[in-house]
């Protein structure tokens, strides 16, 4: 009798041990919901460099904020210097509208390329986002559990995760774009968000200044819960980094790749100091930095060049519960 309830325990016990592996793959490959931008639209807004398939080092997906092209944030900075350490790279090219419209629908992109990458290179991706950017990133990996298991890291820079109070500045008369509603800390979209941690598997870095003028109060706008929240000022003290700042910053580049180039997120304990010493990152094209990060005009005539609404959008059903 006692080695009879020994056999079947046993087998209850090797039962669930087969039984596990496969419920949690297929809870890791759980799509979803659908996607509602075309196929096309999105693909014809994801550029690759031509070693996606064959790159020896893991592939970065660099994801620009509002107003910003990837050219504009991207081209002199981290995807120069990515490419010329190795990494092959992808950028979504320019956010609908300027990034003034529905976050829940722009994320989309991300969720494409994420998934269009991993399949090409046959592995993980990281991902980076500037601004509004690792918002996208961020609501990407959280809504989408088939994500998890493509993605090594999620780096934000100046990323308003638990939201910021220019949204409420900017929507002071009740009337803005669509994505500034999304912004302030009490909007729908981002309790939604923070409402619980990312799904394990990819290591989460958020990073912030305690000088940024537009992504404020710090340090509490940038952070998530269940991430690794550092400011640049933990690394650097006394550093003064602008919102823009924080794309060619060289203290915050030493976090990104610390992140990057190591297991785990971010660690202040590793990271060099040595970008403590300069303002850019070494590799940065100047003149072109120069050009990229002056866009004061541009965010101008998004704001006015848009659909102004009177009320946040409202959250998909997958994010009221999610």
């Known amino acids: 009798m006692q080695i009879r309830r020994f056999s079947l325990l046993l087998a209850a016990v090797l039962g669930f041990a087969t039984l596990g592996p496969v419920a949690q793959a297929s809870a890791a490959a759980d799509p979803?919901?659908?996607?509602?931008?075309?196929?096309?639209?999105?693909?014809?807004?994801?550029?690759?460099?031509?070693?996606?398939?064959?790159?020896?080092?893991?592939?970065?997906?660099?994801t620009p904020g509002t107003t910003e092209s990837a050219d504009q944030a991207y081209s002199w900075g981290y995807r120069k210097v990515l490419r010329e350490q190795g990494h092959a790279v992808c950028v979504i090219k320019d956010l609908p509208a300027s990034g003034t419209t529905d976050m829940q629908v722009t994320a989309e992109y991300v969720v494409y390329a994420i998934r269009h990458m991993?399949?090409?290179?046959?592995?993980?991706?990281?991902?980076?986002?500037?601004?509004?950017?690792?918002?996208?990133?961020?609501?990407?990996?959280?809504?989408?559990?088939?994500?998890?298991?493509?993605?090594?890291?999620?780096?934000?820079?100046?990323?308003?995760?638990?939201?910021?109070?220019f949204g409420d500045i900017a929507c002071v008369v009740r009337l803005c774009p669509d994505s500034a509603w999304q912004f302030r800390p009490s909007s729908r979209f981002?309790?939604?968000?923070?409402?619980?941690?990312?799904?394990?598997?990819?290591?989460?870095?958020?990073?912030?200044?305690?000088?940024?003028?537009?992504?404020?109060?710090a340090p509490g706008a940038t952070r998530f819960p269940g991430a690794t929240n550092v400011q640049v000022q933990d690394l650097c003290p006394g550093r003064l980094t602008g919102h823009m700042g924080q794309l060619y910053d060289a203290g915050v580049h030493s976090l990104v790749m610390d992140a990057l180039n190591h297991d785990g997120p971010a660690d202040l304990r590793r990271a060099s100091k040595d970008g403590c010493s300069r303002w850019w990152f070494e590799g940065v094209d100047e003149a072109k930095m120069a050009a990229g990060v002056l866009i004061v005009a541009d965010v101008l005539k998004s704001f006015l060049d848009v659909k102004w609404v009177g009320q946040e959008p409202a959250l998909k059903g997958y994010a009221v519960d999610g």
């Open 32 to 62: 979803g919901p659908a996607l509602e931008t075309p196929v096309a639209t999105l693909a014809a807004n994801l550029e690759c460099s031509a070693d996606l398939a064959d790159s020896a080092k893991t592939p970065v997906l660099l």
């Open 118 to 165: 991993s399949e090409v290179s046959g592995g993980k991706v990281s991902v980076v986002g500037h601004s509004q950017g690792g918002l996208l990133n961020a609501w990407a990996l959280r809504f989408w559990p088939d994500l998890a298991g493509k993605v090594d890291d999620i780096v934000g820079l100046a990323t308003p995760h638990s939201g910021g109070l």
């Open 190 to 217: 981002i309790q939604a968000l923070i409402r619980q941690p990312l799904a394990e598997g990819p290591d989460f870095t958020s990073i912030g200044s305690d000088t940024d003028e537009v992504i404020f109060p």
